[in-house]
């Protein structure tokens, strides 16, 4: 790799409220092409124990790299340029490792790791590697438009990135604190996106989310890619502020493909999609335990393809999806709902994992007219009725399609218990009507034998 110009840091602690430049700033801005490297996370160590400090990378300095070191307190790093790296790099915006910093009333902080673009801005060649995001204040990972509009950010990596226990449950004292672990485009535009073997673990709402689009907030996304990730336990520090709950491990729109990734233990959704551009969405051996709801396909969840999804000890849910031309096979293991595992046809957007407000454009959802139809295998250990293990929402009784589900015994996968032996019987003589049998454990039962009538 050419290094244009190279700074070191050594081990240490660096006391970042000391002021990196002569005028006492505490905002360091690398120039263009400049590498920062320290001598890895817990060895070099940046600390801003009284006031927020950043490494801020200006539009004008593209090419930037930083590298192996960490973060404490109120510190943090914002780009807004392209072509930027950062690998090992740690941040957690604590001091104790047990209590959140209320960087908010200090001078905000939208994300550990942020990139800012303005309206109109395409900011490309974003990489992120083994860098891990612990006790944000707000989100761990996030790409955002300055003010209004959108920026347009392209050829992103995560690639082996840790977002954990992320969203302090203090950003606007709480109602409008909606911090997620990978808040992967908020507002403004994703146009190639590799997420590998990342995880989410414990944030305070979504693991993993692409925020939508809507009218005065616009995003398309495009070729998002997630491979072998983790989401676990997010959303259930939350509570119920503010409305708006996500709480979902994977929270995603449209054109992405997820292959081999879990979800576990999620307060809602283990999976959900929007799905706003059809055909879009393709799950890949992927699997959820424990979650509320296994997978959720909501209203535009046009020809969403799910092949060999797994869903172990949903709590509510294993499946609840509206959608044309699905092409789904869903294995069911140890359901723990109270009803019925898979609900199909127009609900009011997840009983309701988005902002309860929005149930008031019900009727607009419903007049979209997208009831289920599609392919539907459903796995299940025994062969059971359809009537047992699928439900149609009201509305959509006379419009959802069930010639197209149908039920396959999932095969044990594992080695089948050993068969006992059969028990060992010894046979005694007959005598006067009787005969003794002597059984494995030793024990002697005698029996009269009675004639059958001819």
């Not at 001091?95 to 109109?120: E, K, V």
């Not at 992927?286 to 969840?301: F, K, P, T």
């Not at 007049?367 to 250990?381: D, K, N, T, Y």
């Not at 699928?390 to 015994?409: A, F, K, M, W, Y």
Request: net charge negative; aromatic share 8%.
């Amino acid at each position: 790799m050419k290094v244009d110009r190279l700074i070191t840091i050594l081990a240490g602690t660096i006391n970042g409220n000391g002021g990196f430049a002569p005028d006492g700033s505490r905002y360091l801005r690398p120039a263009a092409g400049v590498t920062i490297s320290g001598a890895g996370p817990g060895q070099t160590t940046i600390e801003a124990a009284g006031s927020p400090c950043r490494i801020e990378i200006p539009e004008t300095s593209p090419g930037v790299t930083l590298a192996g070191f960490s973060g404490v307190g109120y510190f943090g790093i914002q780009n807004y340029a392209s072509r930027f790296t950062c690998e090992d790099v740690e941040i957690a915006h604590t001091l104790d490792g047990q209590t959140y910093l209320p960087f908010g009333r200090a001078g905000g902080c939208t994300a550990a790791f942020m990139n800012w673009g303005r309206d109109g801005q395409v900011l490309s060649d974003l990489v992120y590697r083994r860098c891990t995001a612990r006790m944000a204040y707000h989100h761990g990972f996030s790409c955002n438009t300055t003010g209004a509009g959108a920026a347009t950010f392209q050829r992103v990596l995560f690639e082996e990135c840790q977002a954990i226990s992320c969203g302090s449950g203090q950003e606007g004292d709480g109602v409008r604190d909606w911090s997620c672990g990978f808040d992967l485009i908020d507002t403004g535009h994703l146009l190639g996106l590799t997420v590998r073997k990342c995880r989410a673990i414990d944030s305070w709402q979504s693991g993993f989310h692409t925020d939508g689009s809507w009218e005065g907030h616009e995003q398309r996304t495009a070729e998002l890619l997630f491979e072998d990730c983790e989401s676990e336990g997010n959303g259930q520090r939350s509570g119920t502020t503010p409305a708006e709950l996500y709480q979902c491990g994977y929270y995603l729109q449209d054109h992405v493909i997820l292959n081999r990734c879990t979800a576990k233990n999620n307060r809602k959704a283990g999976y959900l999609f929007k799905n706003e551009r059809p055909k879009s969405v393709v799950l890949d051996s992927c699997r959820d335990d424990g979650s509320a709801y296994g997978l959720v396909i909501e209203y535009g969840g046009v020809g969403i393809i799910a092949r060999g999804f797994v869903s172990t000890g949903a709590t509510r849910r294993v499946l609840q999806a509206t959608a044309i031309d699905a092409d789904l096979e869903i294995g069911i293991v140890r359901f723990a709902g109270d009803g019925r595992p898979v609900l199909l046809g127009i609900t009011e957007r997840l009983d309701f994992v988005d902002a309860p407000a929005h149930a008031a454009a019900l009727a607009q959802y419903r007049a979209i007219g997208r009831p289920f139809s599609g392919s539907l295998i459903l796995e299940v250990p025994a062969s059971v009725p359809i009537s047992d293990l699928v439900e149609v929402h009201p509305p959509s009784v006379r419009s959802v399609d069930l010639s197209g589900v149908t039920i396959r015994v999932r095969e044990d996968s594992g080695p089948r218990p050993p068969v006992p032996p059969a028990p060992v019987v010894t046979a005694g003589p007959v005598s006067g009507g009787t005969v003794s049998l002597t059984m494995a454990d030793g024990e002697v039962e005698v029996y009269e034998l009675v004639r059958k009538p001819a």
